[in-house]
């Protein structure tokens, strides 16, 4: 097994967006690790998007392999749902949605980064449109904030740039406020996001619940192809 030591020697190994996003924790700091054997890869990405994951791909028997040896307490392996079907030892505890794309796309005229002195009102926003969103401001994960504001001048909808990997952005904490919702408004705040990380990073990424199918149309439209994606049981 050969210890992978940046980003671009995962992307290397295996160029699947997947583990090129958790390769972010290889980068000085972060506190990750990384392995490959024979053509499958596997990351170690500590506290990516609020989890300690272990993140592979590659064929089913060199990624057992990695996982025999390298699953830890606490950590959620997580591989595509079809890789999963193919590792039977390792119990299931749930799927979710993984959506990427590549290439380019206009942004709407209307949408614009958020200054720093506006991350209350969206923090405000988010308390009020989804609670339990995984991504916040002043928190570990955002980079930055996207927002559109409503006729009557307050913040509508927001989403943010978080968790972005060399080469993979991330969106994240996309909410609309109630008061503004069926306006078009999230997807005009994803397409601005995609956008603008499509042409710094030349992909772009999100998860999804499997279950929430209108956001999944949203990023269709967008471009957007879904993944399903496993998270296995841990050590």
């Given at each position: 097994m050969r210890v992978l030591r940046t980003p671009d020697e995962v992307a290397a190994a295996n160029p699947d967006l997947l583990v090129r996003w958790a390769a972010q924790c290889l980068l000085p700091g972060r506190g990750g690790v990384a392995w490959s054997?024979?053509?499958?890869?596997?990351v170690l990405a500590p506290a990516l998007?609020?989890?300690d994951r272990l993140v592979l791909a590659g064929p089913a028997a060199d990624v057992a392999v990695i996982l025999r040896?390298?699953?830890?307490?606490?950590t959620r392996p997580l591989v595509t749902t079809e890789l999963a079907t193919e590792l039977s030892e390792f119990p299931r505890v749930g799927t979710f949605g993984w959506m990427e794309r590549t290439g380019s796309l206009d942004a709407p005229d209307d949408v614009r980064w958020l200054h720093e002195d506006e991350w209350d009102d969206v923090e405000a926003l988010l308390r009020k449109a989804s609670p339990n969103s995984?991504?916040?401001p002043y928190e570990?994960?955002?980079r930055r904030w996207a927002g559109v504001h409503g006729d009557d001048g307050a913040l509508a909808a927001v989403g943010a740039d978080a968790w972005s990997a060399p080469?993979?952005?991330f969106i994240a904490g996309v909410a609309t406020h109630p008061d503004h919702r069926g306006r078009g408004l999230s997807t005009r705040i994803c397409a601005f996001l995609t956008s603008a990380l499509l042409a710094e990073s030349g992909a772009c990424a999100l998860m999804v619940d499997a279950a929430n199918t209108t956001a999944i149309k949203v990023y269709e439209r967008l471009g957007f192809r879904y993944r399903s994606?496993?998270?296995l049981l841990g050590a």
């Open positions: 054997h024979g053509d499958a890869v596997g998007n609020r989890h040896t390298r699953r830890r307490p606490g995984y991504v916040w570990p994960g955002p080469g993979v952005g994606v496993t998270a």
